[in-house]
């Protein structure tokens, strides 16, 4: 893979990657909801095996509710904002790399970069509260990895995406039911095609609360 974005934010003030805190054997805070038959973590690079028919949705069609998804996460209370630099596996319809994040299995948020079927490399986002909504972003058919960030400030989180880690843009905004804690992470999904492998480069999670959650600071 490239590594010239991983590379750039290494040298960058970003704060630390916590995914060179993790190891396969011991993972800190961090823990896996529907753990993956293979991951591997080296160098604070992340790769994960995603298999068929793995998915976070609950469809608005038919309420069926798939939680399939391999996502790993630690659970934390309060403000936060959380970064990702992900490259994913677009071979197939749906594939995609998001920070995710779970109140319950009835309330969370995906914040994806996913091979959309209406748009191709797109920014997704999916915001379940009972049911899933499915929201298509900014198309970027050029770019194969991106950063996404999720602010939450109180019962409100935004979602904002860069191509640089630099300037970022506001995508979403919702509110969710109150929760002292949630859990945060990282989810990796291959919904309707074949095993898929999806990387992240980064991630980081920082206790902090912004001032203005549309510009993100």
């Known amino acids: 893979?490239?590594?010239?974005?991983?590379?750039?934010?290494?040298?960058?003030?970003?704060?630390?990657?916590?995914?060179l805190q993790i190891s396969q054997n011991k993972n800190s805070k961090f823990k896996?909801?529907?753990t993956p038959q293979r991951f591997e973590i080296s160098t604070g690079l992340l790769t994960i095996q995603a298999e068929p028919n793995?998915?976070?949705?609950i469809d608005p069609d038919n309420s069926k509710a798939?939680?399939?998804?391999?996502?790993?996460?630690?659970?934390?209370?309060?403000?936060?904002i959380a970064t990702a630099l992900v490259k994913p596996d677009f071979k197939d319809q749906w594939n995609a790399c998001s920070i995710f994040m779970m109140i319950d299995n009835l309330h969370w948020i995906k914040f994806?970069?996913?091979?959309?079927?209406?748009?191709?490399?797109?920014?997704?986002?999916?915001?379940?509260r009972e049911v899933s909504d499915d929201a298509n972003g900014a198309v970027l058919n050029?770019?194969?990895?991106?950063?996404?960030?999720?602010?939450?400030?109180?019962?409100?989180?935004?979602?904002?995406?860069?191509?640089?880690?630099?300037?970022?843009?506001?995508?979403?905004?919702a509110?969710?039911?109150k929760s002292k804690k949630v859990k945060i992470g990282v989810e990796a999904q291959s919904p309707v095609?074949?095993?898929a492998h999806h990387k992240f480069l980064y991630f980081n999670i920082e206790s902090k609360t912004v001032k203005d959650l549309r510009k993100g600071e």
């Open 1 to 19: 893979f490239s590594t010239d974005l991983y590379a750039q934010h290494i040298n960058s003030n970003h704060p630390s990657n916590q995914l």
């Open 32 to 34: 896996w909801m529907n």
């Open 54 to 57: 793995t998915d976070f949705f």
């Open 66 to 80: 798939t939680s399939t998804a391999p996502f790993l996460y630690r659970e934390v209370e309060g403000d936060f």
């Open 112 to 128: 994806a970069f996913e091979n959309s079927d209406a748009t191709g490399k797109s920014i997704v986002s999916v915001v379940t």
């Open 142 to 173: 050029d770019t194969d990895q991106l950063w996404l960030k999720m602010i939450r400030k109180g019962n409100l989180y935004a979602l904002h995406w860069s191509l640089d880690g630099k300037k970022y843009f506001m995508c979403r905004l």
């Open 175 to 177: 509110a969710m039911p």
């Open 193 to 195: 095609g074949e095993t």
